[in-house]
């Protein structure tokens, strides 16, 4: 201590040297803790962009049917903010949850998914939208723009009640074609706005093991009878070409067998 009292260089290098550790003690729980949040994504800068992730979540069997459950009624219910439902699959082994929700919702809703499981493989992809939305919206501002010319058209005072009728059809298929856009257009913006999450709910290793086994000995004899009936059917196209064959060939070897005899 003597020797660091009189060296005020070598004190400054030391305490500089003890925050520097604190400081990245204090910031790896910190790192770590950010790479394991499951969060949703939106296009930032003007980017349009649609996210979807896909995740893989292992849970004991005996939670695969409740927390299926509650992740549908969390969506229904909006728990987490706005979400849909857009498809469920259920089998033996787990099951599918597919739904949209918006970019902050996707965090929670993965996390209660999960409670009590392994959050496995996630998959997240974006498409980018900024050419169809383009398209759309050019389309729609020449339809509109149809549009007026024929509305202008029909107030003349001059038309002929033929040419009101063609314009009138003319209108109707704009319009037709403006809500069909409108619609396509909605699409765009709300997969812009929220996420796509397929959920796959898979049973632990030792459960699936158990499960695949039951399933292998339960339909043993169903898969018994299938082959049987299968190799019965193959050898029934085959065994005309046997009953065929077999004259042809006792023949061929009475020829060869009076052939050879008579060389002898």
């Known amino acids: 201590m003597r020797h660091l009292d009189g060296n005020p260089s070598l004190l400054r290098h030391t305490v500089l040297v003890l925050l520097?550790?604190?400081a990245l003690g204090g910031c790896s729980p910190k790192t770590h803790s950010e790479a394991t949040?499951?969060?949703?994504?939106?296009?930032?800068?003007?980017a349009q962009l649609a996210y979807e992730h896909e995740l893989s979540l292992s849970l004991p069997a005996a939670l695969l049917a409740p927390r299926m459950q509650a992740t549908r009624e969390a969506c229904e219910s909006a728990r987490f903010g706005?979400?849909?439902?857009?498809?469920?699959?259920?089998?033996?082994?787990?099951g599918e949850i597919v739904l949209r929700i918006a970019p902050a919702g996707v965090e929670p809703m993965v996390a209660m998914a999960a409670e009590g499981g392994k959050l496995g493989q996630r998959i997240t992809t974006a498409e980018d939208l900024a050419d169809a939305v383009?398209?759309?919206?050019?389309?729609?501002?020449?339809?509109?723009?149809?549009?007026q010319r024929l509305d202008e058209l029909a107030k003349r005072k001059d038309i002929t009640v033929g040419d009101l009728i063609t314009l009138s059809k003319e209108q109707a298929s704009i319009e037709n074609d403006l809500q069909e856009l409108a619609q396509a257009a909605a699409g765009q913006q709300r997969r812009l706005d929220t996420n796509r999450v397929t959920l796959n709910f898979r049973a632990s290793d030792g459960a699936q093991q158990q499960s695949r086994f039951s399933r292998m000995f339960s339909n043993l004899g169903d898969n018994l009878v299938n082959g049987t009936a299968d190799a019965l059917e193959r050898a029934?196209?085959?065994?005309?070409?046997?009953?065929?064959?077999?004259?042809?060939?006792?023949?061929?070897?009475?020829?060869?067998?009076?052939?050879?005899?008579?060389?002898?």
Not at 139 to 144: C, I
Not at 250 to 258: A, E, G, N, S
């Open 82 to 94: 706005a979400c849909n439902i857009l498809g469920i699959k259920e089998d033996s082994s787990g």
């Open 20 to 22: 520097a550790g604190l």
């Open 37 to 46: 949040v499951i969060s949703g994504e939106q296009g930032r800068s003007g």
């Open 134 to 147: 383009a398209d759309v919206r050019r389309r729609q501002e020449r339809l509109l723009a149809q549009q």
């Open 236 to 264: 029934s196209y085959v065994l005309p070409f046997v009953i065929l064959a077999f004259p042809v060939l006792w023949l061929w070897v009475w020829l060869w067998r009076k052939f050879v005899k008579r060389r002898t």
